[in-house]
DNA sequence: ATCAATACCTATCAGTTCTAGGTATCGAGA
DNA sequence: TCTCGATACCTAGAACTGATAGGTATTGAT
């Protein structure tokens, strides 16, 4: 990051995560295959980095976590705070002026070579 | 990289030099300035940055380069090539690709929880 | 004479994602 | 019964890349 340049895709993962998690809670697994399936298989995050992003997540107050029996199985489901609804907001505005500013270059005719 | 996954916005930096240099030659230090104009500030890059970037995509063949002097002063014209322009193409349609299948879940109501 | 702007460069740090494993349970099918 | 795929969790280390922080040299303005 710093305070010049907004890390650009990085925090997409945790910017998908926070947002999956505003419609409910949600355990890891789950996250992992609604990030595959619904953005038709072009993003698939492995556990190997959702499960970190969570943890980082739920160490940082942003969701909470609660272990849960469903099935016979062991879950781990995670829910929004406020400050992770926070935190989204953020990520969704810093989102959104990053992929606008590329945007911008990708269509602008604004340069013109004068040699 | 990865075959499952599109590297996400790695490679902001390579589309945005590979773009600016569709609309003409450009050198280096015009390219930082015209990256940060462009983007309202929103995207910053270094000459740290650029100039790394500008040296891989002359050496993958990307984009040709040509020193010349203007008003005493040397400069390295970077144009592009058309591999550079495949690339180009190939990195926008990714960028497209990638950006979309966020955007799905950021707006995207698919998940509810059943808990 | 100094200092900001121009114009180039590279080495190293820092941060993240990806890979590649590992454990354990459940249910279906051979 | 035994196996194997799916479920469900986890972590360590590799790999990549952008960011930082320097460095050199010239021009032109103060």
């Known amino acids: 990051m710093a305070a010049t340049n907004p890390s650009f895709m990085n925090g997409v993962p945790e910017l998908l995560v926070l947002r999956l998690l505003r419609n409910g809670e949600m ?3 789950q996250i992992v295959q609604a990030i595959r399936d619904e953005t038709g298989e072009v ?3 492995g556990e190997g980095v959702v499960y970190p992003v969570l943890h980082a997540l739920e160490k940082s107050g942003a969701i909470t976590a ?12 995670y829910a929004l ?14 989102w959104a ?11 602008g005719d ?5 040699v």
Chains 1, 2 share one sequence.
């Open 27 to 29: 355990y890891g697994y």
């Open 43 to 45: 993003v698939n995050l």
């Open 66 to 77: 609660q272990r849960r029996a469903v099935n016979g199985r062991s879950r781990i489901y």
């Open 81 to 94: 705070s406020p400050a992770g609804a926070s935190r989204l907001t953020e990520l969704t505005d810093l």
């Open 97 to 107: 002026r990053v992929t606008g500013a590329v945007q911008q270059v990708l269509v």
């Open 110 to 114: 604004a340069h013109v070579s004068l």
